[in-house]
């Protein structure tokens, strides 16, 4: 995929909102007067704060000589807004681009040039790279939004203009990997819906770029809610060589994220290879519910496939839409209201979830089989129901769990009866 190019920055107007803190800094560290110009003369940054705003006069010549100039008590004579010290350069991408400057004696502020001009000069470096990774992080999810609007919209021809634009090729068997930062107790790493990305933020970007990225067509793509989208082209046929890569880019994060103080269990759900865009979109979709669906089911493992069965299990709880919603719904309150409702409800999902075998069960809960025969016939005595029909008690199980999941998404309080 193509990227735009930022060419350099525009002199220290990207730095100027917190030049007057490195002014600070430095000052405190070093205990000498220190002041910032652009290139244009204007003070950023300055120990006195009466001199923000105003012209320095001599940033020109220094400027335009790109060497360090000195300024004597007697060579200042006359000169407005001028006070003995060292003038400096700052170079950025070969420009001199402002000019700092240290005040007092020159032969004492002398032995402070380099250490400041270099570290500043630094900071510059930095914070070109940092808008730099910020906007790449920005294209990648505006194309990604771009695209799903498009589909919305039905509208497959500016898909593809869209698509030519940003060198993005159709056809090509991609896996859909959307990776989750279960951050428990930092949430640093949750990707914010704004403009902005936190230098962590773009640490994480440029790790799953090299992890990731083996090809232009290869896309990383920055979402919302701690999420990462990755679009990843196929090398292979080989389904088990793609899940080892996953198990090793698994461990390869959480080594990352321990580096960075992130508290942090990855998550990765993934679809096979597809070719088509309104299929990318499909899989982003069933990526994201199942990462949900384990989420809500307690499901730590770090790889959830769409295709694993237990997972789409749970996730038929979840969505499926149950006849006779009305009626479920009253024998749910029913069983609620019932005195020994918890014990009830927990011993019938148990029986379902054991096949419908009462021995099974009973060893599961921990009882003998005849106290959980007991409960079933009070549970069928309560519904009217046959606890030996699989269709009505895969009903009374799919009302039961769903009540369930509404309640936990809720945050209801009374949670024991499930």
């Not at 107007?13 to 007067?33: K, M, R």
């Not at 990755?230 to 080989?238: A, E, F, P």
Request: hydrophobic letters at 40%.
């Amino acid at each position: 995929m193509k990227t735009i190019q930022r060419k350099g920055l525009k002199g220290l107007q990207d730095i100027g909102h917190y030049a007057q803190s490195i002014v600070e800094q430095f000052s405190t560290l070093l205990n000498i007067p220190i002041s910032i110009t652009d290139k244009n003369g204007m003070v950023i940054g300055s120990t006195d704060n009466t001199r923000l705003g105003s012209l320095h006069t001599v940033t020109a010549e220094v400027t335009k000589s790109g060497k360090v100039m000195y300024y004597s008590q007697d060579k200042i004579a006359g000169l407005d807004n001028v006070l003995p010290g060292i003038a400096v350069p700052l170079r950025f991408q070969q420009e001199t681009v402002g000019v700092l400057g240290l005040i007092g004696d020159p032969e004492i502020v002398e032995r402070y040039v380099s250490f400041v001009q270099s570290h500043i000069e630094m900071i510059l470096m930095e914070n070109f790279r940092s808008k730099s990774v910020a906007s790449q992080m920005e294209l990648k999810r505006s194309f990604f939004q771009r695209i799903s609007s498009y589909i919305k919209a039905d509208d497959l021809e500016g898909v593809g203009s869209y698509f030519e634009m940003h060198g993005f090729v159709v056809g090509i068997p991609r896996h859909c990997i959307l990776l989750d930062l279960q951050v428990i107790n930092n949430n640093a790493a949750v990707i914010r819906p704004t403009h902005e990305f936190s230098r962590m933020e773009q640490e994480l970007y440029l790790f799953l770029t090299n992890l990731f990225n083996s090809t232009e067509q290869d896309l990383i793509v920055p979402l919302s809610a701690g999420q990462w989208l990755i679009l990843s082209s196929v090398q292979s046929d080989n389904n088990p060589a793609f899940t080892k890569r996953i198990e090793f880019v698994t461990e390869k994060l959480c080594n990352f994220l321990d580096t960075l103080n992130v508290d942090s269990k990855p998550q990765f759900s993934c679809s096979p290879p597809v070719s088509s865009i309104e299929e990318i979109l499909q899989v982003y979709e069933q990526c994201r519910k199942a990462l949900e669906t384990a989420k809500r089911n307690g499901l730590v493992q770090s790889f959830v496939s769409i295709e694993d069965w237990n997972v789409l299990s749970l996730g038929l709880v979840e969505e499926v839409s149950l006849p006779g919603q009305w009626t479920l719904d009253r024998y749910v309150e029913k069983l609620q209201d019932h005195v020994n409702s918890s014990v009830l409800i927990e011993s019938f999902l148990v029986y379902c979830e054991e096949q419908l075998n009462m021995s099974q069960a009973a060893r599961k809960l921990y009882i003998h089989r005849n106290t959980l025969l007991y409960r079933m016939q009070q549970l069928q005595q309560l519904l009217n129901f046959d606890l030996q029909c699989f269709r009505q008690c895969t009903l009374l199980y799919l009302a039961l769990k769903q009540h369930q999941t509404i309640q936990n998404t809720n945050g209801k309080e009374n949670r024991s009866v499930f």
